[in-house]
């Protein structure tokens, strides 16, 4: 069964601070990993999607690493920013299932 | 258009009512499916159609009856919840179910209240 740990469980930095959030997966048999980000009480916004044969997604102040072999992805986030206070979420797909998500990173991004 | 529409946004009901939550995507997915998300908690999955046809039941007790009337529209029916049931319904859509079907897109969800 995958099962997927991201680490730190909660995070507190001043505004500026580059950061890495750090996810990993027990299987590494999946089609994608996938992290989102979610604002409280809202729904899942998606931020990037890597699919297992990439490395690397880039979407502005944010990169997204995928090492299949060993069970890893990180999110940067570059200059953060009070805007990203949000939690992070970090889930796989393995081949034979839906989405396993993992339990979520908490960021405060102080001014 | 990435946009998966939920409503109502809130709903409170008794343990004695029938209501339902609605779901729409119009970005031509086959797939959709209900997350159930209690606070401070992952999404955790319930149902999943695949077009137009329930394909997966996370053994869902049966008070949560979903609904799939066409591509683009999923709905949840909800009878007699109990208290326990209250939690954030999220509807998510992608292009597929099987094997590598790029994103999973959610709505804002509906959040529940069964006094």
């Known amino acids: 069964k995958q099962e997927v740990t991201q680490i730190p469980a909660a995070l507190s930095v001043p505004e500026g601070e580059n950061l890495v959030l750090n996810c990993s997966f027990t299987?590494?048999?999946?089609?994608?990993l996938q992290w989102f980000r979610q604002d409280p009480g809202k729904g899942l916004t998606s931020l990037l999607l890597?699919?297992?044969?990439?490395r690397e997604q880039t979407s502005g102040r944010l990169n997204a690493s995928l090492d299949k072999s060993s069970g890893r992805s990180t999110l940067y986030i570059a200059a953060s920013q009070p805007g990203d206070s949000a939690t992070y979420l970090c889930?796989?797909?393995?081949?034979?299932?839906?989405?396993?998500f993992g339990k979520g990173t908490m960021l405060l991004v102080s001014p | 258009d990435t946009e998966v529409t939920q409503t109502p946004k809130h709903l409170v009901m008794g343990m004695t009512n029938k209501k339902s939550l609605k779901c729409e995507q119009h970005?031509?997915?086959?797939?959709m499916y209900w997350y159930k998300q209690k606070a401070k908690k992952p999404p955790e999955l319930m149902f999943v159609?695949?077009?137009?046809?329930?394909?997966i039941n996370e053994s869902v007790p049966s008070r949560f009856s979903p609904e799939c009337p066409n591509s683009s529209l999923l709905n949840l029916h909800l009878h007699a919840l109990q208290p326990e049931d209250s939690a954030l319904y999220l509807c998510?859509?992608?292009?597929?179910?099987?094997?590598?079907?790029?994103?999973?897109?959610f709505g804002e969800g509906s959040r529940l209240t069964v006094l």
């Open positions: 890597i699919q297992s044969s990439q």
């Open positions: 970005m031509g997915h086959r797939a």
């Open positions: 998510a859509s992608s292009q597929g179910l099987a094997g590598n079907t790029g994103e999973l897109f």
């Open positions: 159609y695949s077009y137009e046809k329930l394909s």
């Open positions: 299987d590494s048999a999946i089609y994608n």
């Open positions: 889930a796989v797909r393995p081949g034979y299932s839906t989405l396993t």
